[in-house]
């Protein structure tokens, strides 16, 4: 195994993104295509370590980016999420990029266009639900600890299949949220399932969350078994 990144300079909706391709190089291509959208701060080590091992499962990953080249945000900016909301204000402007980001993959020599889907993380996992709610082409699509909010237009009919991993003491999620979203995949069509995790609060998966009295904070088990949810899900989708 000869885990690759390559970074890929490439036009979008708005400016200039620059993602990162992460695949196996010795194995036989194409492969499986999986975009991984990266949370508020945009494109990181920890997303391309999280790529690596999905790509060690047999993918070929994209890690996306959503915000544009050089700009990314730290947890030290007091300001970190100024990129995330331009977004969250300019859902189709989301959409736009996302379905980019896809036909960006598609591309990919090592990626096979038929067999795609989409991973995504906090902001990420609402760059999931959205491009699902577009209508685009994915086979499937799985959101850890995600943003459920439904944007402001009519979404097509979901025909991709969907993976909610939701920690049920999420304060930016709340059960309510969760259920709700439930609601909006089934009137859509939709064929989902939800696993929510007890006594696990936002930003489960990620190392380096630590603010358990905002709700926000790393849980190992969760972590553990949304990673086996997510590779169970995705063999599942072209068995």
Not at 22 to 50: C, H, M, Q, S, W
Not at 93 to 100: E, K, Q, T, V, Y
Not at 102 to 111: G, N, Q, V, Y
Not at 185 to 209: M, N, R, S, V
Request: proline share 6%; glycine share 10%; net charge negative.
């Amino acid at each position: 195994m000869s885990i690759t990144r390559r970074i890929t300079v490439h036009e979008g909706p708005g400016g200039t993104f620059e993602s990162m391709a992460v695949f196996d190089d010795a194995a036989p291509a194409p492969r499986p295509g999986i975009l991984l959208f990266p949370n508020v701060l945009g494109t990181k080590e920890a997303d391309f370590a999280y790529a690596e091992r999905v790509a060690a499962l047999g993918y070929a990953v994209l890690v996306a980016d959503m915000f544009g080249q050089g700009r990314r945000t730290t947890r030290a900016d007091p300001d970190m999420g100024r990129y995330m909301a331009e977004l969250n204000a300019d859902r189709a402007l989301l959409r736009d990029r996302a379905n980019a980001a896809h036909a960006l993959l598609k591309s990919l020599d090592e990626s096979d266009q038929g067999r795609t889907a989409a991973i995504g993380f906090c902001f990420g996992g609402k760059c999931v639900l959205d491009l699902a709610r577009s209508g685009a082409d994915i086979a499937g699509g799985v959101s850890f600890h995600g943003v459920y909010d439904a944007p402001p237009f009519p979404s097509a009919a979901i025909s991709a299949k969907l993976l909610v991993c939701h920690g049920w003491d999420d304060p930016i999620a709340p059960p309510d949220a969760a259920v709700a979203l439930a609601k909006e995949l089934t009137e859509a069509g939709c064929d989902w399932q939800i696993h929510a995790y007890g006594h696990t609060g936002h930003a489960f998966t990620d190392h380096d969350a630590k603010m358990p009295e905002r709700g926000l904070a790393y849980q190992p088990d969760a972590d553990r078994r949304s990673f086996r949810s997510m590779a169970d899900f995705l063999g599942d989708l072209w068995a």
